[in-house]
């Protein structure tokens, strides 16, 4: 299988659903991380640029720890604005893969970026296989099933499907703390440590679920979609 994960900055897919990307990892599927914009406006420290380069570095070893493909989705933090320019964007994004699955935000999320993705990937999930829409890339052969994942700290997010990650706890904390430069961003601006919000969310999920820790999501239904079969690990 071909999963897509497409979170709006460097860290979101670390912090919110690596746990299961590493399980698909661990069964052979091919995984795709597309951090949509260059994470420029993520320091107290550098400039625009040289924190974008910085993040863009952190962003292919914490993939390289599950054996996952990184791209970048061409946005600058802040600026993901719904829009035509945008919804090619993210067709683009999608048919660099042709996944069978993406995994993006929630549309309840708490930042206008993630807002902003999860509503222009829903967008392009339907349209990117359009032959005659005409971009960069080729269209995808198929429409994937489309997931939304936990929200920050699960705030506005009733989920329907969860994934045991009591196996991949270790990989999810190992790809979120190759996001060096953001470690102490998190710290100073949310006064939030990144190992222990993973392991604090995952283990709130997990009591949900019943196992040691959890990862949360829901599908988007939508024609002709439904699944007759589980396609979360
Ligand atoms: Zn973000």
Redesign the pocket.
Known sequence: MKVLAI???P??IELLCAGTLALYRKRGDEVTICHACNGNKGSLEYSSEEIARIRRKEAIASAGVIGARSIWGGFADGEVVVDLKSRVQVIDIIRQSDPDLIITHSPGDY?S??INISKLVFEATYLACIKLWETNYPGTSKIPALYYMDTLAGVNFIPNEYVDISETIGDKVSMMLKMESQLGFLKEMHNTDAAEFIRTVAKYRGFQAGVPHAEAFTQQKMYPKGLTKRILP
């Open positions: 979170g709006a900055h860290d979101d930042h970026d993630h």
